[in-house]
């Protein structure tokens, strides 16, 4: 039996126990609303009361009135002291990958605009072998998945998994030499890539050579995590919790069985591949994600999710039905039949977990989405639950033979992509850490003007870019389909989609650029200073101004 049929098996025992798991669990009550369960990430006395640390002290006031949240009681000082230190424990780690992140931010969108310029001017920028588009788009993509993407999730878990477990950050020492190690990992593949030495997959490029030091590097940094998890001082554990500790151990397995020397070859190797490329999105940055929104949108409007039930719903078929999802870009490919049909029928079920969280989401805020007028980070949070349904829903038609025999091999997968990793993943990154930051610093960001427009040059450029390339590759597809046109023609006709889709690139880039410079200004301590989050003061100094970001 070959490496990639013991993979599938693998992932589909995995599923068969998280269906027992989930039966159980039913039988332990899941289906009984538990309000106290959705309220635990609030301190008691919290609940009404609004939080946004990335607004100044006036928007505060002005955000809360807007909230009409009614009378708020007394806040335990005990529960936000044990959250300050919570938040003290890990600062050093979460500053340190938040800091690797926007390195590989700037890094991957450079890489990533001349990677798009070159597909409508082929001739720029070839006088080096590094700077071809082969190898210029390779280091874009792993730039950005492993050095922004990756270090921006770490950096979230490890601020969020303190705080929800009412501890301090256990082996925190471990979690910087761990961020070390990937990092330098990375550098290394990325050097690597660009001298022409590469394995040769998508996504998994970086020669396992050099893999062996992200891996030992994500172990170290998953066992404190774990750690800190089996030393927990609450009852119950939050969904935030099961998602992001979920995907720190998926991500683990999914990295080390896909990179493993020397045992996937031909036909088997194309459906490890494509077994890890789409895990990678929808059991590592989607639970990120979706867990990251779980938290920071309750918290911002101060009102608790409106349905338990449904997160822990959507958390269980997640994993359920996500383990076989990237086979359907293997259609019509040399493979078995049964393997991409049972791909095409789990795609189409992730509708389930998908339209659990949208209808949470949408209860939830019900009556408060005027307030994303407010505040920023609320409105990169639901830009970014948006664009989870919109991907997901878009990647579950494009599973559809009828669908897939389009827009396979176009730029539409390419557009698809996007929305998915930047439109979803990365605006919900953004938003936490304009949240987190405040916190982690012991100060503002200086200029809360530049979040909102970071927000609607990345909004705007992700809008061009999507809607451009979705058009062009669909336009593409049916050309490529046409016996009577020219395989040059169907590429000519997506030119002018090409170059709006570096339009949108470039500002994207733009806001980028503006995150990244708003950034050293906070760490530099730039720009006016104001009232705000006190992470490194005593309690007693925390405690007065709880009204704003506490």
């Not at 007028?373 to 599973?399: D, Q």
Request: hydrophobic share 55%; aromatic share 14%; with cysteine.
């Amino acid at each position: 039996m070959d490496s990639a049929v013991l993979s599938l098996l693998g992932a589909f025992l995995l599923s068969l126990i998280g269906l027992f798991a989930f039966i159980w669990s039913l039988r332990k009550g899941l289906l009984v609303e538990n309000p106290g369960a959705a309220s635990v990430i609030f301190a008691r006395g919290e609940i009404g009361r609004i939080d946004d640390p990335a607004i100044g002290e006036t928007a505060q006031h002005e955000m809360q009135a807007a909230a009409r949240a009614g009378p708020v009681s007394a806040i335990d000082h005990d529960e936000i002291q044990d959250r300050v230190a919570a938040d003290r424990s890990s600062a050093f780690p979460v500053f340190m990958f938040i800091a690797f992140a926007c390195f590989w931010l700037l890094v991957g969108s450079v890489a990533g605009l001349i990677a798009s310029v070159k597909l409508h001017e082929p001739d720029w920028l070839v006088q080096e072998a590094w700077l071809t588009f082969g190898r210029i788009r390779t280091v874009h993509l792993n730039a950005v998945i492993y050095g922004w993407s990756s270090n921006a999730a770490l950096s979230v878990i490890l601020w969020l998994l303190p705080r929800l477990l009412r501890t301090r950050l256990h082996g925190a020492l471990w979690v910087m030499l761990g961020g070390t190690f990937i990092n330098a990992g990375i550098v290394a593949g990325i050097g690597a890539i660009g001298a022409g030495w590469s394995d040769g997959m998508e996504f998994l490029e970086i020669p396992w050579q050099i893999d062996i030091f992200i891996f030992a590097g994500v172990a170290l940094v998953v066992l404190p995590a774990l750690f800190t998890l089996v030393n927990r001082r609450v009852e119950h554990l939050y969904v935030s919790v099961w998602y992001t500790v979920a995907a720190l151990l998926w991500i683990a397995v999914l990295f080390g069985v896909a990179n493993l020397p020397g045992v996937h070859t031909g036909v088997q190797q194309a459906t490890t591949n494509w077994w890890y490329g789409h895990n990678a999105l929808g059991l590592w940055f989607t639970p990120v994600s979706i867990g990251t929104i779980y938290y920071f949108l309750p918290k911002i409007i101060g009102r608790p999710v409106v349905s338990y039930n449904l997160s822990l719903l959507g958390f269980w078929t997640l994993a359920f039905f996500y383990g076989q999802v990237g086979g359907h870009h293997l259609i019509g490919g040399p493979v078995p039949g049964w393997l991409t049909t049972l791909s095409i029928v789990q795609s189409v079920m992730m509708i389930i977990p998908v339209i659990a969280f949208t209808i949470n989401m949408r209860g939830t805020l019900k009556g408060q989405m005027h307030l994303a007028r407010y505040s920023p980070t609320l409105r990169f949070m639901m830009f970014g639950g948006l664009m989870y349904l919109a991907s997901s829903v878009e990647g579950s038609l494009e599973a559809l033979r009828s669908v897939n025999a389009v827009t396979h091999f176009t730029h539409f997968t390419v557009a698809h992509a996007h929305l998915g990793m930047y439109a979803f993943v990365s605006m919900v990154m953004f938003g936490a850490i304009y949240f987190m930051l405040p916190r982690v610093l012991d100060w503002e960001w200086p200029y809360p003007w530049l979040i909102s427009l970071h927000f609607w040059l990345a909004a705007i450029g992700i809008g061009i870019y999507v809607v451009g390339l979705s058009i062009g590759g669909w336009l593409q597809g049916l050309a490529m389909l046409d016996a009577a046109r020219s395989f040059n023609e169907s590429m000519t006709l997506t030119l002018p989609w090409l170059k709006s889709r570096s339009v949108g690139g470039a500002l994207m880039v733009l806001g980028h650029f503006v995150f990244i410079g708003h950034f050293f200004a906070m760490a530099l301590r730039f720009g006016p200073e104001r009232t705000g989050a006190a992470l490194f003061r005593s309690p007693s100094e925390v405690f007065p101004r709880l009204s704003h970001g506490k």
